[in-house]
């Protein structure tokens, strides 16, 4: 997460990352950790013709474009929910400091009534 020149988070991924995961759905196969958590195919099953392979290239991009979407959506809420959070932090300091004020106004006026 980073921050804009507004002070608003958004999400940014590793291009690395981005990278991994496009070659190993392209490919069929599966990241090293995956097979080790014991997910994904052992092999790949390679597609019988260039029309097969067409195919699974373009649902896989399809996949890929419905993930980013959900990525992105997801970032949004996130960051939504940061800057919430650092709203209610503001508010909360300012509830406080006029919580002090009303305890030094509450103190004067009983200073007055014991003296009356």
């Known amino acids: 997460m980073t921050r804009n020149a507004v002070g608003r988070f958004r999400r940014t991924v590793s291009?690395?990352?981005g990278a991994i995961c496009c070659i190993s759905l392209v490919?069929?196969?599966t990241p090293a950790?995956?097979?080790a958590a014991g997910f994904?195919?052992?092999e790949a099953k390679l597609p019988r013709t260039s029309d097969d392979k067409q195919r699974e290239v373009n649902a896989i991009?399809?996949?890929l474009d419905r993930?980013?979407?959900a990525m992105d959506n997801l970032a949004e809420d996130y960051a939504g929910a940061v800057n919430d959070g650092l709203?209610?932090?503001k508010e909360i300091a300012a509830t406080e400091d006029r919580i002090k004020a009303k305890?030094?106004?509450l103190g004067t006026m009983q200073a007055q009534l014991q003296s009356v």
């Open 103 to 105: 305890e030094v106004e």
């Open 15 to 17: 291009p690395l990352i």
């Open 40 to 42: 994904g195919a052992p």
């Open 27 to 29: 490919t069929g196969l």
């Open 67 to 69: 993930l980013a979407e």
């Open 61 to 63: 991009l399809d996949e």
């Open 87 to 89: 709203e209610l932090d």
């Open 33 to 35: 950790s995956a097979h």
